[in-house]
């Protein structure tokens, strides 16, 4: 039955949870979703008719822009719930300024920003039961926006479908990865579109990922396209080099991601007295740092991810083994982060964001 929510979102239930059939405690990443999903056409200039339906399948024409030219981007988020029942997600504000950065790099219209919240705090009431309390479990929200035009000429759509589904998840990665520094293939490129969330940008990386997989390594690191010589960003996550007791990441440009994580980590560093640096880094000041005993650490930070050790990393056929720290970085950021999340300590950045 259709019932009229106060900000104009149209409800449908499903008639039956799913979510007795699912063990909490065995989640592989991206595999599960939620009852529900959030729905919001774009036509004739305007975003109309937002709707929460039971999760299901789409039916889009195969003249969808979206199939022929890739015309969509994309969000990561998380929300979170504390022993007490409450619910939260981590800085959201962000999520909605950059899927509206995406979307104008791909000529793709912006997204109201009520219809956004709205959207996905009533998706988060209704599903609340997926979200389990307890440091390590989370919501894992994913917002997208496609090109749902029947119409295979090269340009923008007319029409854009947005939707929010949620799935229950656990770690992303479950141990240290192992990476290769790219040497060859490139994931972004000056006046790219290396730091929208656009769908293209990961297609683009699974067949060189496929190639580093064979090799033994889950990750490429990818360096500037022009030189290979600058690490930029792992493609799934940002990254942090730590030397001595100095951090080092790679600015934002046009090349890479602009992480929530990342800007989080780089605030919990200042607050933390941990001195970071934002700033190129080389290659070979990173095998240099390796070869001297002065390279303690390399962790990736992402939404998905949250903050994941490099075990190992390749450059040019030689392999450099990570040492194992006690007291990382990685895992002080994490805990740091999560405690944060899980409402379990101070938020003074006001990172917080209650679903009420
Ligand atoms: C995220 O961390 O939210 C991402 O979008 C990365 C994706 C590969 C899961």
């Not at 109309?48 to 969000?75: C, D, N, W």
């Not at 929010?164 to 990665?173: D, L, M």
Request: charge should be negative; glycine fraction near 6%; include cysteine.
């Amino acid at each position: 039955m259709a019932e009229i929510h106060p900000n104009e979102i149209v409800i449908v239930k499903s008639e039956q949870s799913k979510i007795n059939a699912v063990d909490f405690s065995n989640l592989t990443f991206g595999r599960v979703f939620t009852d529900h999903m959030f729905v919001c056409d774009f036509e004739d200039g305007k975003w109309r008719s937002p709707k929460i339906m039971p999760y299901q399948a789409l039916t889009i024409e195969p003249s969808a822009r979206v199939f022929h030219y890739g015309q969509a981007v994309f969000e990561g988020m998380k929300a979170y719930k504390d022993d007490n029942g409450k619910i939260f997600m981590f800085r959201p504000d962000e999520n909605y300024r950059r899927i509206n950065i995406s979307a104008a790099r791909l000529a793709m219209p912006e997204f109201p920003e009520s219809y956004f919240f709205d959207g996905l705090e009533t998706l988060l009431k209704l599903d609340s039961a997926w979200i389990k309390p307890g440091v390590g479990n989370s919501l894992y929200i994913r917002p997208f926006v496609i090109a749902t035009e029947p119409a295979i000429s090269a340009s923008p759509a007319a029409t854009y479908r947005f939707i929010i589904i949620c799935s229950p998840a656990k770690a992303y990665y479950n141990d240290p990865v192992r990476v290769l520094f790219a040497e060859k293939f490139s994931r972004s490129a000056d006046g790219g579109v290396g730091f929208a969330k656009a769908a293209g940008n990961y297609a683009a990386q699974f067949y060189p990922t496929s190639l580093a997989q064979q090799k033994g390594f889950q990750q490429i690191i990818w360096t500037d396209a022009s030189t290979h010589e600058y690490l930029e960003e792992a493609g799934t996550m940002n990254i942090f080099f730590r030397v001595g007791d100095k951090l080092i990441t790679a600015p934002n440009n046009d090349r890479i991601l602009d992480g929530v994580t990342r800007k989080s980590v780089i605030q919990l560093a200042e607050d933390l007295g941990i001195t970071c640096e934002v700033r190129r880094v080389s290659v070979k000041e990173i095998k240099d740092a390796a070869n001297n005993g002065s390279l303690k650490e390399i962790f990736g930070a992402g939404t998905a991810a949250v903050i994941s050790p490099v075990s190992a990393f390749e450059h040019s056929g030689d392999v450099y083994e990570m040492p194992n720290i006690e007291h990382s970085y990685a895992s002080l950021f994490k805990k740091t982060l999560m405690d944060i999340q899980h409402n379990l300590s101070e938020d003074r950045h006001e990172w917080r964001y209650e679903v009420l």
